[in-house]
């Protein structure tokens, strides 16, 4: 449930306008199904199941790592990896291969119930007037090519995170044994005038 989470998280920036901390409207109620009818239709013009595909595969390799390292403990009287590689067509690599294909079919299932949540959590957050908006917008050559952006805006997002995080690792990392070393040096220099 939690990759579903990030996924689902991942999508609601897909609208533009601003989500607002409204009380759920009961569903029963004829504007929160005309949102809804908004919502869906929103989901369906920025090709929400195409980005959560994309967020799921960003997921999908450390989740099948989890699962199986999980699976793992699951008989630790057991060498279930021995087992695995020296019986599973592939080894281990094979039974990886076979395990995220068949993890990834089985969560695709859910996609319809995710992108129902997701249009549900735009219904109850925005106003029937926002997801006039935000649906007027993706209809537009501009919603569209805005839409079409969103897998290399993602890439670049994470491409570019990366990098920087990187190089703020080493720059903070520089300065932190520098000033370190600074006040070994400054200590060693102070017992050598104390034992004068």
């Not at 990030?6 to 199904?33: D, H, K, Y």
């Not at 079919?105 to 735009?122: D, K």
């Amino acid at each position: 449930m939690r990759g579903n989470s990030i996924a689902i998280a991942t999508l609601l920036a897909i609208a533009p306008a601003p989500l607002l901390a409204q009380a759920p409207m009961a569903p029963a109620s004829a504007e929160f199904e005309a949102r809804m009818e908004l919502a869906r239709e929103i989901a369906q013009l920025a090709h929400a199941e195409e980005q959560l595909d994309l967020a799921f595969e960003r997921l999908r390799e450390g989740a099948v790592s989890n699962m199986l390292a999980q699976l793992m403990q699951v008989s630790p009287a057991r060498d279930i990896g021995a087992e695995v590689e020296s019986r599973y067509p592939g080894g281990q690599a094979g039974f990886e291969r076979e395990f995220s294909r068949r993890y990834a079919e089985r969560f695709r299932t859910h996609y319809p119930e995710i992108l129902e949540e997701i249009a549900q959590y735009w219904a109850q957050n925005m106003s029937l007037e926002e997801l006039q908006t935000t649906a007027t917008f993706f209809r537009t050559d501009l919603g569209s090519a805005w839409v079409r952006l969103l897998p290399g805006t993602y890439e670049n997002m994470t491409a570019l995170g990366r990098q920087h995080s990187l190089q703020a690792g080493i720059a903070v990392a520089g300065e932190m044994m520098s000033a370190f070393d600074s006040s070994l040096n400054a200590e060693a220099g102070e017992e050598t005038e104390g034992a004068e």
